[in-house]
């Protein structure tokens, strides 16, 4: 924001003023220049910048497939790289249909604010997404949230929902892997408790697509393809590219296409990008050395890095707890100044009191640079 000395419009004091009390309590937000070595992006198999990816634009571009799509998907938006892209995204992550969406906000919010209807009920993981958050600001459903990884809690919500007069169905939203703390769901507790209850699942895969299960098909591998199971799968980390594929039976993908106003008024996404993300797909189909690169990353950053007071998550998202929002920004810019680009992290994005360090993991970097990152926490720790 730009400031000249001159005092803003009468309307926008409040907005002024609240951005003060953001700077006061150390929880204002801006944007960066990328710089330093990667410990912050999502970009888990380093496909953002690959050449998979660039041949896959190259060559879209000299096909003749259009940069834009014009369109919504339901006018003349729709090209033959999104219906390709779909067809190949079903067939590798085993689902019946699957449905690409500009953004996984775009799709994790179309989803609740869509699928759930009127006498039903939505039970989430306390931790859940944003997005999520605000699709079901938007749904028909009322929904209550559950402690962290408690598929007890989950049930003990529904018991009490039937118990009150609840007659439609349940569903459950959770991630499968959490994208702060890097910790996993327990899917099998969770299916069993959404098969005992006709209860739909609803699995954000975001974190877990492309590093974990066979062919990078991510940790609800084994659930795609049943008739309760609905997975979202972001295109924008592991696949390195955008959007997001929301992956279950063909009667979910119907439905969507036909009330998700997230996904009905919205332009269309690039059919170029289509391109890419199904090169995305290809790698992940034909190089499991790059997940196996990650794991053995995976592992060094645990010995290294938990010396110095991370978390060991056995995932690629290893978060480092400050607790005091100045302290964990104040400890983010050394370590940026030191040439390792990880990033603060502050509530509202996580819990208060729990500010940190959220170090990612990707093929940006090797373990040198791991290591070189452990030495100059140590100097804070």
Avoid at 157 to 184: C, F, H, K, N, Q
Avoid at 254 to 260: E, G, H, K, S, T
Wanted: charged share 20%.
């Amino acid at each position: 924001m730009i400031d000249d000395g001159r005092l803003p419009a009468p309307a926008l004091r409040p907005i002024a003023a609240d951005l003060d009390r953001l700077s006061a309590i150390d929880r204002r937000r801006r944007l960066i220049p990328i710089a330093g070595r990667d410990f912050s992006s999502n970009d888990y198999l380093g496909l953002s910048g690959s050449q998979h990816l660039r041949d896959a634009v190259t060559d879209a571009i000299a096909r003749g497939v259009p940069v834009g799509s014009g369109g919504s998907r339901l006018l003349r938006g729709n090209h033959a790289e999104h219906e390709a892209l779909e067809r190949e995204a079903a067939a590798l992550f085993g689902s019946e249909a699957a449905l690409w969406f500009g953004s996984g906000f775009a799709a994790n919010a179309a989803l609740l604010a869509t699928l759930p209807q009127r006498g039903d009920l939505i039970v989430h993981d306390a931790l859940i997404h944003a997005s999520a958050h605000d699709g079901m600001r938007l749904a028909r459903a009322p929904a209550v949230a559950a402690g962290h990884n408690d598929p007890q809690a989950i049930e003990d919500a529904i018991i009490g929902w039937r118990r009150d007069g609840g007659t439609g169905s349940p569903w459950i939203a959770v991630e499968s892997l959490y994208s702060m703390d890097g910790d996993r769901a327990p899917l099998d507790d969770l299916i069993a408790l959404a098969d005992r209850h006709g209860a739909m699942l609803l699995i954000d895969e975001a974190h877990a697509t492309g590093v974990f299960g066979p062919d990078g098909r991510g940790l609800a591998a084994a659930l795609e393809g049943r008739p309760n199971v609905v997975t979202l799968r972001t295109c924008g980390k592991a696949l390195g590219s955008e959007g997001a594929l929301v992956c279950g039976p063909a009667v979910v993908c119907d439905f969507l296409i036909n009330r998700a106003r997230g996904f009905i008024f919205s332009t269309a996404p690039s059919p170029v990008m289509a391109a890419a993300v199904r090169a995305g797909l290809r790698v992940l189909r034909d190089e499991p050395e790059r997940r196996t690169r990650l794991a053995a990353l995976i592992d060094h950053a645990g010995k290294r890095l938990g010396r110095v007071g991370a978390r060991v998550s056995g995932s690629q998202i290893m978060p480092l707890i400050v607790g005091d929002d100045g302290r964990a920004m104040a400890l983010a810019a050394a370590v940026q100044a030191a040439g390792f680009d990880v990033r603060g992290i502050r509530p509202p994005t996580v819990p208060a009191g729990t500010a940190r360090l959220r170090i990612s993991l990707t093929l940006n970097v090797d373990a040198a640079a791991i290591d070189g990152l452990g030495d100059v926490l140590e100097q804070w720790s």
